[in-house]
């Protein structure tokens, strides 16, 4: 993953900057969530790696499938991926976008991981309490996982806060061995 996030980091920062120079971040966010999207596609994957494959004949594939749904700066971002050999790492290129764009609008993703469904007084709850941590506008999602068996885990950027009883669990395992 280290590795992917290597060759994607210019792209994206390149892909945030020219999305900043035409006040266009939210068309930026969609265009390259559709790249994403195709580029992950297992059918897609086998065309972008196989070096029979021409790049004209990707672009022609990939700008059919987007339609009018790429500006004219998309059209030749998705030139420009195809051309270097870098259209298979778009999905990880969104992702590092999506980051650039969260830290530019102030914006911290986190994830909320429970045991079982979370009642909303608890969802409100913790974006108070992250918000008040971090001091930045909070965007919370929440996923059940009942392998936790109870707790919670948080994620907040490189941050995590493991308040499960599995991760509990794990601890104790460690330190008795």
Known sequence: MLEKTAFARPYAEAAFGQAQEENALGKWSDMLRLLGIIASDPQMQILITNPRAGSGQLQALVL????????????????ILLESGRFIFARQIHELFERLRADAEGVLEVEVVSAFPMEPDQVTK???LMKNRYGRNIEISTRVDASLIGGIIIRAGDSVIDASIRGSLRQLSREFA
């Not at 059919?64 to 030139?79: H, P, Q, W």
Request: hydrophobic share 30%.
């Open 126 to 128: 913790i974006v108070d």
């Open 64 to 79: 059919d499938v987007c339609g009018d749904r790429l500006n004219r700066t998309g059209t030749n971002f998705v030139k």
